[in-house]
């Protein structure tokens, strides 16, 4: 298991505009799931099945 102290860095390509509630909420089910601090960023996904 990763600890809490880990980081860990994502793209997060949403279909619409956030708010900036919802862009604050985007770090806690991740951090819960993941067990590592998330460093969020906002923008297109590049590679992958889905870029």
Excluded at 7 to 16: M, S
Excluded at 23 to 43: C, H, M, N, V, Y
Excluded at 44 to 51: D, E, F, M, Q, W
């Amino acid at each position: 298991m990763t600890s809490r102290h880990a980081k860990v860095a994502i793209t997060v390509e949403p279909l619409a505009d956030l708010t900036t509630p919802q862009l604050k909420q985007l770090d806690e089910p991740i951090a819960s799931i993941l067990q590592a601090r998330p460093t969020p960023t906002i923008g297109p996904v590049g590679i992958g099945a889905h870029a």
